[in-house]
């Protein structure tokens, strides 16, 4: 499987941007999704997950009510839609599939993508 993050780019404190994260491979639109973020000098920590239905989804206490996690999967694509970002939200943000139990945890994934900047001036 191979995953594809997009959509980061400068935004002021209070605005919005929508992640996406795109899928490819056998059996990609299966998977669990997990979006994760590494701020400068911070380990890498879950943000949302969501699970092949969407009837699943699970928050990261300093997003819950922001951020909303969704997915397409006749496009084989998750969306994370941020809105009242802060500055604290500043990080490079990660899209991950098929992740064992606990689905919270960076080390239970066993596909990534690269990465896409969001950066958050105040």
């Known amino acids: 499987v191979q995953l594809q993050a997009s959509g980061g780019g400068l935004v002021q404190a209070g605005g919005s941007l929508r992640l996406s994260c795109a899928a490819s491979g056998r059996a990609s639109s299966s998977y669990t999704v997990g979006w994760f973020r590494q701020a400068p000098g911070k380990e890498r920590e879950f943000v949302a997950a969501i699970n092949w239905g969407g009837g699943r989804i699970d928050y990261a206490d300093s997003v819950r009510g922001r951020f909303t996690v969704s997915r397409d999967n006749s496009k084989n694509t998750v969306y994370l839609q941020m809105n009242s970002l802060k500055p604290e939200d500043t990080a490079v943000y990660y899209c991950?599939?098929?992740?064992?139990?606990?689905?919270?945890?960076?080390?239970?994934?066993?596909?990534w993508g690269q990465g896409t900047q969001v950066t958050v001036s105040s």
């Open positions: 991950a599939a098929d992740p064992r139990q606990p689905y919270y945890s960076v080390d239970n994934y066993n596909y």
